[in-house]
């Protein structure tokens, strides 16, 4: 079963930085594309960066763009989000979840979809 495990949330003060982990497992890793998506309270969940996971493109939406960068390490299973400059709107539910349908920021691509990490940003 694919299996997607995020950690690496937690709470951190406006201007900090957090790096996300998402370990991905019961799947060939390079045959689907790994997307980060966050959810505020009381808010649809949006989504944030996707990578390609045979490597080489990368997609960041506007919202964290100079902020976030998505990596990945592709013997590992691994993505990361790594969050700079953190504001106190960034505090969220970290989603990283799975598509083989495509690379994009669309919500309805990715069927698999990991617990989720806190992320709390205080002023």
């Known amino acids: 079963d694919v299996q997607l495990v995020e950690s690496g949330g937690g709470s951190v003060q406006a201007g900090g930085l957090l790096t996300l982990s998402c370990v991905a497992s019961?799947?060939?890793?390079?045959?689907?594309?790994i997307a980060w998506f966050r959810q505020r309270s009381g808010e649809e969940r949006e989504p944030i960066a996707s990578?390609?996971?045979?490597?080489?493109?990368?997609r960041i939406a506007d919202s964290v763009k100079g902020r976030f960068t998505i990596t990945q390490d592709q013997a590992k299973s691994t993505v990361w989000l790594q969050m700079n400059n953190l504001k106190v709107e960034d505090t969220a539910m970290y989603y990283c979840?799975?598509?083989?349908?495509?690379?994009?920021?669309?919500?309805?691509?990715?069927?698999?979809w990991g617990q989720g990490t806190q992320v709390t940003v205080s002023s």
């Open positions: 019961g799947y060939t890793y390079t045959s689907k594309n």
């Open positions: 979840a799975a598509s083989d349908r495509g690379l994009g920021l669309r919500e309805d691509w990715y069927a698999y």
């Open positions: 990578i390609y996971s045979r490597g080489g493109i990368e």
